[in-house]
C-alpha cells in the first residue's frame, strides 16, 4: 500500500514534536506489511482461479473479505490524498496540521490493527499459508511475534504428524515411574495445587477399573493412550490466550486406580473447582454470575474446542466436570477475591476431586463399568451415536461438537442437567438428545433467541457430518463474541 508507506513517512516527521506519532508509526508499519500480504494472497488465489476448489461458503467468505480489504486500502489512499492536499509532505511540518490529522490517523492505526487481530483463534481455520501472516503482533521493540495460539497450534499438528514410534517415544518420556510420594501429597488435598520443585501444579485424573490389571495387555494401551494425550498437550503454552492447560508429565496411582495429569497454570492459583460443582453450589437465580460472564464462559470454551480440532486433536470427553475453575492468587484489581467463571479451562480429563464425588470418565469407550457413575456425569454428554449401538463409530469432530452444546446447555439454564432434564431414561439413551432439545426454549429471555439457535444446532448434528471449521465459526463462534461482546 504505497499511500500507507507515504503515512508512515508523515508520522516520522511529526515524531520530533509528539510522542505519539512515533507509536502509531511502528503499530501502522506491521499492520500495513500484514494487510499487503493478504491482499496480495486473495487477489493471487483469484488470479489463478485457486477458489474454485474450495467449498461455496469458503469461496463466499474468501470473496468478501477480498472486496472488504480492497475497499480499506481505498480509505488509506483517502487518507494520504488529505495529508497530500494540505501540504503536509513537506521538510516542516506545522504542529497545527499534525493535531488536526491525529485522531483521523489514530482510528485508522487502529481499525488496522483491529482487523488483523480480530482473527483471533479464527486464524487457525485459515489456509496455512494465510494464517502464518494474520495476527501478527509486535512488542514494542518493531520485532514481529507469532502469536502463542498460532504457536501452540502448530506444535500440536507437528506432534499429531509424528510417525507412531516417535509418539511412543514421547509418550514414555512424559510417564512419571516414581510417584508415590507425589500421589499421596494429591490425594491429601486434592482441591489445591501443589508446588513441586519450584513450579506449581494443578492435577486431573482417569479413572480405570480396579478389574484392569497392571499387568495386562489392556493396562498397556491405556497407558500408551494417557502418554499420547499427556504428550500431545505438553505441546501447550501456559498461557490465558488458550483455555485449555498445559501438561507436565503423568503418572498412575495404584492406591486410586487412576492416571494423574499435572497441568501448569498459566498463573499462580489458590484452588480450583469444576463447572459442574460450581453451578451446583451457585445455581440460578441465586448465582452470583453475570450474563455476560455466562457469554464469555461459553465462548471461551468454545475457542478451546476449536483450537483443537483445527490441529487435528479430538478432546473426547467434554463435560462440565472436564471444565476447571481456577482461583487465581493474585488476581487483577478488576477481579473479585473468588473463583470466577471468567477463569475456566477446559480439561483433558476430570479435575482431582474428593472421594465420594470421584467420576468415572472414558469419554468414547465401553471399557469403564458404567454402573459406577451417573448419567450426569458422562453419558449425557455423548452423542447418541455414541451410546446405543452396538458397534461404536469411529470419533469424530462433530461429536465434540455435540458434546460442546451439552455444556452451552447447562451453562443457559445455569443449573445441573439433573434438575432441567431430570426424566431422561437410563435405560433408553435413544431419546434424550430429543428431552435436551425440548428444553432448550426453556432458557427464555435469560439467554436470547441466539444463544437458543446455536445450542439447537449443536445438538442437532448427527454423525453423517463433520464440522467443518467454517461452520463452527459462523454457528458459534462468532454468534457467542458477538453476544459476549454486547454485554462488556
Not at 497450534?153 to 509418550?171: G, V, W
Not at 510417584?179 to 506449581?200: C, K, T, W
Not at 463447572?275 to 465462548?299: E, M, R, S, V, W
Not at 479451562?345 to 476430570?350: E, N, P, W
Amino acid at each position: 500500500m504505497t499511500a500507507g508507506a507515504v503515512i508512515v513517512q508523515f508520522l516520522a516527521a511529526c515524531s520530533e514534536f509528539s510522542d505519539e506519532a512515533p507509536s502509531i508509526m511502528a503499530g501502522l508499519q506491521w499492520d500495513l506489511q500484514v494487510l499487503d500480504s493478504v491482499r496480495d494472497y486473495f487477489h493471487t488465489r483469484k488470479a489463478m482461479d485457486a477458489n474454485r476448489h474450495l467449498p461455496p461458503e469458503t469461496q463466499a467468505l474468501f470473496e468478501r473479505t477480498s472486496r472488504y480489504l480492497d475497499g480499506f486500502a481505498d480509505k488509506v489512499q483517502q487518507s494520504f490524498r488529505k495529508i497530500e492536499r494540505k501540504g503536509l509532505l513537506r521538510t516542516t511540518i506545522n504542529r497545527t496540521m499534525w493535531i488536526a490529522r491525529r485522531s483521523e490517523l489514530q482510528k485508522m492505526q487502529r481499525e488496522i490493527f483491529e482487523w488483523t487481530q480480530r482473527f483471533g483463534v479464527r486464524a487457525l481455520g485459515l489456509p496455512v499459508e494465510l494464517r502464518v501472516l494474520i495476527p501478527i503482533s509486535n512488542e514494542g521493540n518493531n520485532k514481529a511475534v507469532t502469536p502463542v495460539v498460532v504457536k501452540s497450534n502448530s506444535k500440536l499438528q507437528e506432534f499429531l504428524a509424528l510417525a507412531s514410534s516417535t509418539k511412543q517415544q514421547r509418550s514414555r518420556a512424559m510417564l512419571m515411574e516414581e510417584s508415590r510420594e507425589l500421589a499421596s501429597g494429591v490425594i491429601s488435598s486434592p482441591n489445591q495445587p501443589m508446588d513441586y520443585f519450584g513450579e506449581q501444579l494443578i492435577f486431573s485424573s482417569r479413572m480405570i477399573p480396579g478389574s484392569v490389571s497392571p499387568a495386562s495387555h489392556e493396562f498397556k494401551t491405556l497407558t500408551f493412550e494417557m502418554g499420547e494425550l499427556a504428550a500431545a498437550l505438553s505441546c501447550l503454552e501456559p498461557t490465558p490466550d488458550i483455555r485449555i492447560l498445559k501438561v507436565e508429565f503423568y503418572f498412575y496411582n495404584a492406591s486410586n486406580h487412576q492416571f494423574v495429569f499435572a497441568h501448569i497454570p498459566p498463573y499462580r492459583v489458590v484452588s480450583m473447582t469444576t463447572l459442574k460443582d460450581f453451578i451446583f453450589h451457585n445455581p440460578f437465580p441465586a448465582t452470583g454470575a453475570a450474563l455476560n460472564q455466562c457469554f464469555k464462559l461459553a465462548y471461551k470454551l468454545a475457542e478451546a474446542v476449536f483450537f483443537l480440532h483445527t490441529a487435528g486433536f479430538l478432546h473426547k470427553n467434554i463435560t462440565s466436570s472436564s471444565v476447571a475453575l481456577l482461583r487465581r492468587e493474585d488476581p487483577p484489581h478488576s477481579v473479585v477475591h473468588s473463583i470466577t467463571i471468567n477463569e475456566a479451562y477446559l480439561m483433558g480429563f476430570d479435575l482431582i476431586r474428593e472421594s465420594e464425588s470421584i467420576t468415572y470418565l472414558d469419554g468414547s469407550s465401553k471399557r469403564n463399568n458404567k454402573e459406577l457413575r451417573p448419567i450426569w456425569e458422562v453419558d449425557v454428554f455423548q452423542h447418541p451415536d455414541r451410546l446405543h449401538r452396538e458397534v461404536i463409530p469411529r470419533y469424530i469432530n462433530t461429536y465434540d461438537v455435540y458434546s460442546l452444546g451439552v455444556v452451552l446447555l447447562e451453562i443457559g439454564f445455569w443449573e445441573p442437567l439433573s434438575r432441567v432434564v431430570p426424566n431422561l431414561d437410563r435405560g433408553d439413551s435413544s431419546g434424550w438428545t430429543r428431552e435436551l432439545t425440548k428444553a432448550v426454549p426453556r432458557m427464555g429471555g435469560r439467554m436470547g433467541d441466539r444463544y437458543q439457535r446455536l445450542v439447537k444446532w449443536c445438538l442437532s448434528l448427527t454423525g453423517r457430518q463433520i464440522v467443518k471449521a467454517t461452520q463452527f465459526v459462523q454457528e458459534i463462534l462468532d454468534p457467542l463474541e458477538e453476544m459476549a461482546n454486547a454485554l462488556s
